[in-house]
């Protein structure tokens, strides 16, 4: 039997906090902007990056046009995605444990891959879903399908996802018929949000979860709340 490991990538298997902090404390040297500024931004528009770009020119008088900001972040914020040895260690253990693995990931293609290969993470997945290849975005229910048909997996039973978001990963993954696993990164889960198989604080735990596990032992109906 086929079984599918799928994963979101922005803060799930990158740390995208990290990528953001150092494109901030660089960006703010060249451009003398306060990286604390950027940050409080970045808080406020809550990754809404037109919004960002926007807000960050008006406030200190940027001459470039909000594309060319953009373009230049999404760009140097993959290049900037740090090299975390214990979520690659994960990645090998769950393959080693016979699962497929796959990403699925709203986003555009080249700032995606990039992502990937400066987290060193690319060779561990036979399927790489990203919503700008495709047109449509989680949590539609195309984008699994599409990762389970380049695994190999007839079954979306034999599938679970795991991502931070609710909607997009949760909703989603959930729609399409996969089991599901929240990733907190130390937040509480709300009342009105969907309820996934599993939390966990972050991808390794996940990863340990699921080699426990398998599509067989693990009816969806269980229900496991680390820290949530």
């Known amino acids: 039997m086929r079984?599918?490991?799928?994963?979101?990538?922005?803060?799930?298997?990158?740390?995208?906090?990290?990528?953001?902090?150092?494109?901030a404390e660089e960006f703010g040297s060249s451009t003398g902007i306060p990286p604390s500024a950027l940050m409080?931004?970045?808080?406020?528009?809550?990754?809404?990056?037109?919004?960002?770009?926007?807000?960050?020119?008006?406030?200190?008088?940027?001459?470039?046009?909000?594309a060319s900001l953009h373009a230049d972040y999404r760009r140097r914020s993959a290049e900037l995605v740090p090299y975390r040895p214990e979520v690659c260690t994960a990645m090998q253990q769950l393959r080693d444990d016979?699962?497929?693995?796959?990403?699925?990931?709203?986003?555009?293609?080249?700032?995606?891959?990039?992502?990937?290969?400066?987290?060193r993470l690319t060779h561990y997945f036979g399927s790489f879903v990203i919503s700008g290849e495709y047109?449509?975005?989680?949590?539609?229910?195309?984008?699994?399908q599409v990762a389970l048909d380049e695994l190999g997996v007839n079954d979306p039973a034999h599938g679970v996802m795991t991502g931070d978001c609710p909607i997009?990963?949760?909703?989603?993954?959930?729609?399409?018929?996969?089991?599901t696993v929240w990733i907190a990164n130390g937040r509480t889960?709300?009342?009105?949000?969907?309820?996934?198989?599993?939390?966990?604080?972050?991808?390794?735990?996940?990863?340990?979860?699921?080699?426990?596990?398998?599509?067989r032992s693990a009816p969806h109906s269980s229900l496991s709340l680390l820290g949530g």
Do not use: M, Y
């Open 189 to 215: 889960r709300r009342d009105l949000d969907p309820r996934p198989t599993h939390v966990a604080q972050n991808v390794v735990q996940a990863a340990d979860w699921l080699r426990g596990n398998s599509p």
């Open 40 to 66: 409080r931004a970045e808080t406020c528009h809550a990754g809404a990056r037109h919004a960002f770009f926007a807000d960050i020119k008006s406030t200190f008088g940027l001459r470039r046009s909000i």
């Open 168 to 179: 997009a990963d949760i909703s989603g993954g959930q729609r399409a018929g996969l089991r």
């Open 98 to 119: 016979g699962w497929e693995l796959g990403v699925v990931t709203n986003g555009s293609p080249d700032a995606q891959r990039l992502k990937l290969e400066a987290a």
């Open 3 to 23: 079984k599918a490991a799928l994963f979101d990538l922005d803060s799930t298997l990158t740390d995208h906090a990290a990528a953001f902090a150092r494109w």
């Open 135 to 144: 047109g449509v975005r989680k949590p539609g229910e195309a984008l699994f």
